[in-house]
């Protein structure tokens, strides 16, 4: 896993061994990118449930202001550690291990720009955080959520809340879902 583009392009990353940990594929992380490339630069960029941080990275790399990383796991704070030495951008970076709900009630105090939601596979977290999100004022008109995940169903929770589906892929199992507020 590396860096795409940017500040820091071509940078390899450390991952996380084992099966606990699903790290986002180049080419859904590319697509990601080159869809919101252009709400990025000077963004407040949250990557939560963030596994080796690659996606919080990038955002930096790519010229997010700021990326606010999540994840309950000590092993994977670890790792995103690692990689934001590797990368040089402790400055840019706000870290935390704690479970996300925790983050979102407590934690963070400025509106979020772009929302990337990447939970572990069969949970409700997904929609947890998008609830948390709206119901702390956390989230800018013009805000952009992402959920990655492989939960079909998730379309029809989702359609339920005051959140609208702009765009949605399909890359193997990974399904991507991107939303901003009605």
């Given at each position: 896993m590396r860096i795409i583009s940017g500040k820091a392009r071509g940078t390899k990353l450390y991952t996380l061994e084992g099966i606990n940990t699903r790290p986002t594929l180049d080419?859904?992380?590319?697509?990601?990118?080159?869809?919101?490339q252009n709400e990025i630069p000077n963004c407040i960029f949250l990557d939560m449930f963030s596994g080796s941080g690659a996606i919080g990275l990038e955002?930096?790399?790519?010229?997010?202001?700021?990326?606010?990383?999540?994840?309950?796991?000590?092993e994977a704070i670890e790792i995103i550690k690692k990689n934001i030495?590797?990368?040089?951008?402790?400055?840019?970076?706000e870290l935390y291990c704690e479970k996300f709900d925790n983050v979102l009630k407590?934690?963070?105090?400025?509106?979020?720009?772009?929302?990337?939601?990447?939970?572990?596979?069969?949970?409700?977290?997904?929609?947890e955080t998008i609830k948390l999100l709206l119901e702390k004022k956390l989230l800018?008109?013009?805000?952009?959520?992402?959920?990655?995940?492989?939960?079909?169903?998730?379309?029809?929770?989702?359609?339920?809340?005051?959140?609208?589906?702009?765009?949605?892929r399909k890359y193997g199992r990974a399904n991507l879902i991107l939303l901003k507020k009605k």
């Open positions: 080419r859904v992380k590319e697509s990601i990118f080159n869809i919101i955002a930096v790399s790519r010229g997010a202001k700021k990326a606010i990383l999540c994840d309950s796991s000590k030495q590797k990368t040089h951008f402790e400055k840019a970076i407590n934690r963070i105090a400025e509106k979020i720009d772009i929302a990337y939601i990447d939970p572990p596979y069969q949970t409700n977290f997904a929609i800018k008109e013009t805000s952009i959520i992402i959920v990655e995940t492989d939960r079909d169903e998730i379309i029809k929770e989702i359609e339920k809340l005051n959140i609208e589906i702009f765009d949605r």
